[in-house]
């Protein structure tokens, strides 16, 4: 994973999850943007961009679990290499 952004127009407390992420993964680009123009799911639920691809849940909290499993994910896959 390279970039990760969050909307700042969500309403679904992920300004919480940005300040998380952003502290504790310091080699990803991580930004909160005025608008990342998925105003459908930003009305809906929270979600992140995850290099280009919309991640969204039903709670902060499934978010936040939803964006671990990426990374996690993607660490085993380069670990393999």
């Known amino acids: ?3 990760m952004h969050f909307c700042k127009k969500n309403k679904f407390a992920t300004k919480t999850l940005y300040a998380f992420f ?19 799911t930003c009305k809906h639920c929270p979600f992140v961009l995850l290099d280009g691809e919309v ?13 671990a499993y990426e990374i996690t994910k993607q660490w085993w896959a380069f670990r393999k290499k």
């Open 1 to 3: 994973m390279k970039k």
């Open 22 to 40: 952003k502290q504790t993964f310091k080699h990803v680009k991580i930004k909160r943007k005025d608008c990342v123009g998925k105003c459908k």
């Open 55 to 67: 991640v969204k849940a039903t709670t902060t909290d499934e978010l936040y679990d939803r964006i």
